[in-house]
Nanobody, 124 residues
């Protein structure tokens, strides 16, 4: 069992960058796939990016080319580097851990453990 803990959110201007972190409270992420989801007010939670334990990554079309997900060498944290931020990126960002199959990779059903979320606000 892994308990994700997010950090790194904040308020920035459009065009700025932020880096979010998702750390394992127990020290290691194991062989879990880690994914970032986000939820804006009044909208459903949506997939942002994921990384398998063997470092294969996936991205939502809306963030491709702007966001990058990576894993540290100790396998204790996942990072989401967000560049060229837009106001529409404003949301609570949460990371989930689990063992999704291909069809559930981009859905919340694929993940068993969730962090508390971190707010990202991008102003124009």
């Amino acid at each position: 069992q892994v308990q994700p803990v997010e950090s790194g959110g904040g308020s920035v201007q459009a065009g700025d960058s932020l880096r979010l972190s998702c750390a394992a409270s127990g020290g290691t992420l194991g062989r879990n796939t880690i994914a970032w989801f986000r939820q804006a007010p009044g909208k459903e939670r949506e997939f942002v990016a994921s990384i398998r334990w063997y470092s294969v990554t996936s991205y939502a079309n809306s963030v491709k080319g702007r966001f990058s997900i990576s894993r540290d060498q100790a396998n204790s944290a996942i990072y989401l580097q967000m560049n060229s931020l837009k106001p529409e990126d404003t949301a609570v960002y949460s990371c989930g851990a689990g063992s999704p199959i291909a069809s559930t990779m981009a859905t919340t059903r694929g993940y068993n453990y969730w962090g508390q979320g971190t707010q990202v606000t991008v102003s124009s």
